[in-house]
Every structure is written in C-alpha cells, then in structure tokens.
C-alpha cells in the first residue's frame, strides 16, 4: 500500500520520476490489479516515456483484452489511447472502449466512458465519429470528462478542417483543467488528479498539433 500511497502523493505534486517508479512498484506487487495499470500508464505517457509505455499497454491488452467489466474495459482503453503510438492493435482498444459505452445510460460513469471512445474513434482516424462521442460529455458535469473531451474535439475539428472550432474548444478545455494541477485537486485523497492529468495529456497533444499547423499557416 505504501508505494500506491507515495506514487500518488508525488503524482499530485508532479514529481514524474519518483511516482513512476512507486506506481511501477506497486503494479509489480499487484499485477492483476486494473488500478495499478492505472495509475502508471498517464506517469509513463506524461514524462513521454515511449518505450515503457508501449510496453506497458502490451501487457495491458494482454491480461484485460477480453474483460467484460465496463470500468476496467474503460481505463485499460483510456491507457492505451494516451499518446499517438501505443504498440497494440487498436481493434483490440476499440473492442474494449465499447464494452464501456454498452453500460447503461444511466451509469453516472458514462461520460467518462464516452470520452474514451471519442478518444478510440480519434486514434483510428474517424474524426467525424470523433467528434460525435465527444460532444456527448459536454453535456454531462462532470468536469475533467468534459476537459478530456475537448481536447479530443479539438484534435477532431481541426483534422477536419474546422480550425476556428478547434481553437474554441480547445481553450475550453484549457479552462476546465488548467496547469499546473489545482491545489483542491491535489489535496482530494480520490482518483480526481489522474482524471485531471489524462485529460492534460490529450490538451497537451491538442495544443501541439494546433500550433504545429497554425506556424505554417
């Protein structure tokens, strides 16, 4: 329990390298627990430790490809669609990120779950199909979902050629979840700073492909 209780601790106060190696720590003491996985993918996606991270989403669809539990279904997706490359074949994600969105609609969940698949459908190159599942949590409360969202709107709108919308949406979710990571987040003992940190990894991305087109405009 120590090093989830640690790797968290440095997590909130951005201290990349100590809280990947307690989150690698605790995983290697529980490595059937989704929760570990959990936490170590966005430590390994945010300091963009590529060869880790592939790593780390094999396993992921390794031990949870078939898995029928929404919630777990939900973040092993989620893990594996945090940077550009993961290094598994995203119709296994994809096959995970519907198990999610087949839950009820009244799960209170289903935002997140929704944002995951927005996120699926980006990564495959459906950018319309994109933007269809992202709006859906903007229309819920729940605020990193919607910041999460954003970002993958922004990603879709401006591959899309809608740049005005892209810019707008991305600045939104910039507010929803803005750096560096709240203190009120920071001091919530729950999951709410890694729901913050992977929508700030999609914005990060959004950011970066919306610059990078706007310098050869």
């Not at 300091?47 to 279904?73: D, G, H, K, W």
């Not at 991305?170 to 001091?187: D, F, I, M, R």
Request: charged letters at 20%; hydrophobic letters at 45%.
């Amino acid at each position: 329990a120590l090093p989830i209780l640690r790797a968290g601790l440095l997590g909130r106060q951005e201290r990349g390298r100590g809280a990947i190696d307690d989150a690698a720590l605790a995983l290697e003491y529980q490595p059937a627990n989704p929760d570990r996985y959990h936490l170590l993918a966005p430590l390994l996606a945010i300091a963009r430790q590529q060869p880790a991270y592939e790593q780390l989403c094999r396993t992921i669809i390794t031990r949870f490809a078939n898995t029928t539990n929404v919630y777990v279904a939900d973040r092993m997706a989620k893990d594996c669609l945090l940077l550009p490359r993961a290094g598994v074949d995203l119709r296994l994600v994809e096959k995970l990120a519907d198990v999610a969105v087949s839950a009820r609609n009244n799960d209170e969940a289903m935002p997140v779950f929704q944002t995951c698949k927005a996120l699926s459908e980006y990564r495959l190159g459906h950018f319309a199909g994109a933007v269809e599942w992202g709006e859906k949590p903007l229309k819920g409360s729940q605020t990193y979902a919607q910041a999460h969202a954003c970002a993958v709107l922004a990603m879709a709108d401006w591959q899309l050629g809608r740049k005005s919308d892209a810019r707008a949406v991305l600045a939104k979710g910039n507010a929803l979840a803005p750096q560096p990571l709240p203190a009120s987040v920071a001091e919530d003992l729950g999951d709410a700073w890694l729901a913050w940190l992977c929508a700030r990894i999609s914005l990060d991305e959004a950011s970066a492909l919306i610059q990078a087109g706007s310098d050869h405009e």
